[in-house]
């Protein structure tokens, strides 16, 4: 299971196609939907009722060859009056907006990036001006004449950057294009001595910071034999309550990388499709357009061609119908699990997935050497609690898996002809697949997210902060969704682009079970609350230990009271202290005597590392912070017992220290 991204109601306008196309079905039609018992069943009876939902009519791509030269004029008026900042936005809206299907807009598309060049060096953004000039080339289409411009550019920035060689054989590239150009002859002379006496000049240019600083660090994770993105510290079991869960078959030190995974299939809310790579998910203030819609951006040409190789080639023509179908992300998720994949993949699987597309207690499961987030039978088995689904709500689900489905059909993803208003059984087959994505989704999907500045700070677990971890997108990640909730989680996660990264939050033994979290949490809300949102979004009743011990919320809780675990290991009692109490403590259940004065004594350490670990953190060095707040930590789990405000406050600390080596919008600034 997992974190849920949309309640089962999607935005407003899907919702109301659905409901009424569910509300126009005959008595006859509804009971035998309710008599069907497989996916492949339910979508052939609803196909032809469920085709009044929106028509599906080729939208606009978005592209506009007027508005791309409007945005040029508007881009140049800017840069000469160094107004470069936006410039950069004129020169970047034109070149997402403008078409690539004749030589009329591939010039133009190539001269906006020139442009868009120019005003980075202005910037002394060197690595940028190299990306938008490789961008460019790769285009083609750039005027013959005005090529000397860009040799000239590219040979000044690595002179900027010291770089002696490269600087003379592009200066002697532009010396070369200059023959090719437009200019008089005196102009020509004048740019020949510019460039000899830049050639002959000693380089003042100071490196940018960007230019050094990679934009990601991973550290080295090496999987297991069997569960190859989780740690070989960790295995998966399973029971007829839990399902499957996460165990660890060996202590795990807090901090420790538990698992590292790339999405099975992962997707961008609409909010951030032009403001983070389509592929990737990186935060993109350079963006590379996609050629034939401007609906998303990229951060590389690399990126690009992945995206047309496996998903966007369907989807670019369908894009803007989902949008204005008010579709959720599952629901996009949901076709990205197909779409990133040619329909032969599906149909070579057929006869054997088939077996259990009615399966309705989900015992059935492919068992396999190796457990891979690429591998569709992972995802096929994802727990969907078929049982407890109650029939009006497969209703719902199979009319958005119909409309899906007709959006491939739209979007050529069938090797053979179709047509809107006939079904046949390689596309119900697909379909029940989307049936069955949506339903294990709502239980399996997680966030993507990255850093964002926020305008006023906010408390957070009593800590003023002002960023949040925002939410940017959705992806299905096959290991990370066989974890459990608690209300106290073992494990923070974040994302590197689009892969997430899972790490301990406390220190785990080993048998112990390693929990996630699908949102609430005991320290910020009530247990009435959680257990409404569990209840309603994942039906389950959570018997964690905050739960069942009734754990108080951050601000019900005393800095002044101690929680003392008996000294008797076998012993599950655990003292409340308080700074009056005796030192000296007779166990209710064993009668064993258990001293504070230890627990004093180790606890006093923490009155020299955490106030180093604070600025250390204040400075911004994160890892060095978070290397004492978790040697903080290990001395409070040591001690003492949660639930306790101190140890809030370290595991807060040490979360905002882990996130910041994850995703962070262009303009975040760290600010704490």
């Given at each position: 299971?997992?974190?849920?991204?949309?309640?089962?109601?999607?935005?407003?306008?899907?919702?109301?196609?659905?409901?009424?196309?569910?509300?126009?079905?005959?008595?006859?039609?509804?009971?035998q939907f309710e008599a069907a018992n497989d996916e492949q069943s339910r979508i052939q009876l609803l196909y032809s009722s469920t085709l009044k939902l929106p028509v599906i009519l080729k939208q606009k791509n978005g592209k506009d060859l007027n508005e791309a030269q409007e945005q040029k004029t508007k881009g140049n008026a800017y840069f000469a009056r160094k107004d470069y900042s936006n410039a950069l936005k004129a020169y970047n809206t034109g070149i997402v907006k403008c078409p690539q299907d004749s030589g009329e807009s591939r010039e133009l598309l190539a001269?906006?990036?020139?442009?868009?060049?120019?005003?980075?060096?202005?910037?002394?953004?060197?690595?940028?001006?190299?990306?938008?000039?490789?961008?460019?080339?790769?285009?083609?289409?750039?005027?013959?004449?005005?090529?000397?411009?860009?040799?000239?550019?590219?040979?000044?920035?690595?002179?900027?950057?010291?770089?002696?060689?490269?600087?003379?054989?592009?200066?002697?590239?532009?010396?070369?294009?200059?023959?090719?150009?437009?200019?008089?002859?005196?102009?020509?002379?004048?740019?020949?001595?510019?460039?000899?006496?830049?050639?002959?000049?000693?380089?003042?240019?100071?490196?940018?910071?960007?230019?050094?600083?990679?934009?990601?660090?991973?550290?080295?994770?090496?999987?297991?034999?069997?569960?190859?993105?989780?740690?070989?510290?960790?295995?998966?079991?399973?029971?007829?309550?839990?399902?499957?869960?996460?165990?660890?078959?060996?202590?795990?030190?807090?901090?420790?990388?538990?698992?590292?995974?790339?999405?099975?299939?992962?997707?961008?809310?609409?909010?951030?499709?032009?403001?983070?790579?389509?592929?990737?998910?990186?935060?993109?203030?350079?963006?590379?357009?996609?050629?034939?819609?401007?609906?998303?951006?990229?951060?590389?040409?690399?990126?690009?061609?992945?995206?047309?190789?496996?998903?966007?080639?369907?989807?670019?023509?369908?894009?803007?119908?989902?949008?204005?179908?008010?579709?959720?992300?599952?629901?996009?998720?949901?076709?990205?699990?197909?779409?990133?994949?040619?329909?032969?993949?599906?149909?070579?699987?057929?006869?054997?997935?088939e077996d259990y597309l009615d399966d309705k207690c989900e015992k059935s499961v492919i068992k396999k050497k190796t457990y891979r987030f690429d591998d569709y039978d992972n995802v096929f088995f994802l727990c969907r609690n078929e049982c407890s689904r109650k029939k009006e709500e497969l209703l719902h689900y199979t009319c958005m898996a119909i409309f899906l489905l007709r959006l491939l059909k739209f979007g050529n993803y069938f090797p053979f002809e179709t047509e809107d208003g006939t079904l046949r059984k390689e596309e119900i087959y697909i379909g029940s697949?989307?049936?069955?994505?949506?339903?294990?989704?709502?239980?399996?999907?997680?966030?993507?997210?990255?850093?964002?500045?926020?305008?006023?700070?906010?408390?957070?677990?009593?800590?003023?902060?002002?960023?949040?971890?925002?939410?940017?997108?959705?992806?299905?990640?096959?290991?990370?969704?066989?974890?459990?909730?608690?209300?106290?989680?073992?494990?923070?996660?974040?994302?590197?682009?689009?892969?997430?990264?899972?790490?301990?939050?406390?220190?785990?033994?080993?048998?112990?079970?390693?929990?996630?979290?699908?949102?609430?949490?005991?320290?910020?809300?009530?247990?009435?609350?959680?257990?409404?949102?569990?209840?309603?979004?994942?039906?389950?009743?959570?018997?964690?230990?905050?739960?069942?011990?009734?754990?108080?919320?951050?601000?019900?809780?005393?800095?002044?009271?101690?929680?003392?675990?008996?000294?008797?290991?076998?012993?599950?009692?655990?003292?409340?202290?308080?700074?009056?109490?005796?030192?000296?403590?007779?166990?209710?259940?064993?009668?064993?005597?258990?001293?504070?004065?230890?627990?004093?004594?180790?606890?006093?350490?923490?009155?020299?590392?955490?106030?180093?670990?604070?600025?250390?953190?204040?400075?911004?060095?994160?890892?060095?912070?978070?290397?004492?707040?978790?040697?903080?930590?290990?001395?409070?789990?040591?001690?003492?017992?949660?639930?306790?405000?101190?140890?809030?406050?370290?595991?807060?600390?040490?979360?905002?220290?882990?996130?910041?080596?994850?995703?962070?919008?262009?303009?975040?600034?760290?600010?704490?």
């Amino acid at each position: 299971m997992s974190v849920l991204l949309n309640s089962n109601n999607d935005c407003m306008l899907f919702q109301k196609y659905c409901e009424e196309a569910i509300g126009d079905l005959t008595a006859e039609l509804v009971g035998q939907f309710e008599a069907a018992n497989d996916e492949q069943s339910r979508i052939q009876l609803l196909y032809s009722s469920t085709l009044k939902l929106p028509v599906i009519l080729k939208q606009k791509n978005g592209k506009d060859l007027n508005e791309a030269q409007e945005q040029k004029t508007k881009g140049n008026a800017y840069f000469a009056r160094k107004d470069y900042s936006n410039a950069l936005k004129a020169y970047n809206t034109g070149i997402v907006k403008c078409p690539q299907d004749s030589g009329e807009s591939r010039e133009l598309l190539a001269i906006l990036v020139s442009n868009r060049s120019a005003t980075y060096f202005e910037q002394k953004e060197y690595k940028k001006v190299f990306n938008d000039i490789d961008y460019l080339l790769e285009v083609g289409s750039y005027p013959t004449h005005l090529k000397y411009k860009i040799w000239l550019r590219k040979a000044k920035c690595y002179d900027a950057l010291q770089n002696e060689r490269l600087a003379s054989e592009f200066y002697n590239e532009a010396v070369k294009s200059l023959k090719n150009s437009k200019l008089d002859e005196a102009t020509i002379e004048s740019k020949l001595k510019e460039i000899e006496k830049a050639k002959n000049s000693e380089n003042q240019a100071v490196v940018t910071r960007n230019d050094l600083v990679p934009a990601f660090i991973v550290d080295n994770f090496v999987g297991g034999k069997e569960y190859m993105a989780a740690s070989p510290k960790i295995t998966f079991e399973q029971d007829s309550y839990q399902g499957r869960y996460a165990i660890a078959i060996e202590d795990i030190d807090t901090g420790t990388i538990i698992v590292e995974e790339n999405p099975h299939s992962s997707v961008l809310d609409f909010n951030h499709s032009l403001t983070n790579c389509h592929q990737c998910f990186v935060a993109v203030d350079q963006p590379i357009a996609c050629s034939t819609c401007a609906n998303v951006v990229f951060c590389s040409t690399i990126c690009e061609r992945l995206a047309k190789k496996n998903f966007h080639r369907v989807e670019c023509p369908i894009l803007e119908c989902l949008l204005l179908s008010g579709a959720s992300v599952n629901c996009c998720l949901a076709i990205r699990i197909i779409s990133q994949r040619n329909y032969s993949y599906f149909g070579d699987k057929k006869h054997k997935l088939e077996d259990y597309l009615d399966d309705k207690c989900e015992k059935s499961v492919i068992k396999k050497k190796t457990y891979r987030f690429d591998d569709y039978d992972n995802v096929f088995f994802l727990c969907r609690n078929e049982c407890s689904r109650k029939k009006e709500e497969l209703l719902h689900y199979t009319c958005m898996a119909i409309f899906l489905l007709r959006l491939l059909k739209f979007g050529n993803y069938f090797p053979f002809e179709t047509e809107d208003g006939t079904l046949r059984k390689e596309e119900i087959y697909i379909g029940s697949l989307i049936l069955r994505h949506l339903q294990f989704l709502q239980f399996n999907a997680h966030e993507v997210s990255e850093l964002k500045n926020l305008d006023e700070a906010i408390n957070v677990k009593g800590l003023m902060t002002k960023y949040e971890n925002a939410t940017i997108g959705a992806g299905l990640y096959p290991t990370l969704a066989l974890f459990n909730h608690s209300c106290d989680p073992s494990i923070v996660r974040y994302n590197m682009k689009n892969k997430m990264i899972v790490r301990s939050i406390k220190p785990i033994k080993a048998g112990d079970i390693i929990y996630e979290n699908y949102g609430p949490l005991y320290m910020s809300m009530p247990k009435e609350k959680r257990q409404e949102i569990l209840k309603s979004n994942y039906w389950f009743e959570c018997l964690c230990t905050p739960c069942t011990e009734i754990w108080p919320m951050f601000d019900e809780m005393r800095d002044n009271e101690l929680r003392i675990a008996c000294r008797n290991e076998r012993c599950p009692y655990v003292f409340v202290v308080r700074q009056d109490d005796d030192p000296f403590l007779t166990c209710e259940y064993c009668h064993s005597v258990t001293t504070i004065f230890p627990h004093l004594k180790g606890l006093m350490v923490l009155d020299e590392i955490l106030p180093e670990a604070e600025n250390l953190f204040s400075d911004g060095q994160f890892d060095n912070a978070m290397k004492k707040f978790i040697k903080g930590l290990d001395i409070l789990f040591k001690y003492t017992k949660p639930p306790h405000p101190e140890i809030i406050k370290v595991q807060q600390r040490i979360r905002i220290c882990m996130i910041h080596s994850g995703n962070k919008a262009c303009d975040y600034k760290i600010d704490l």
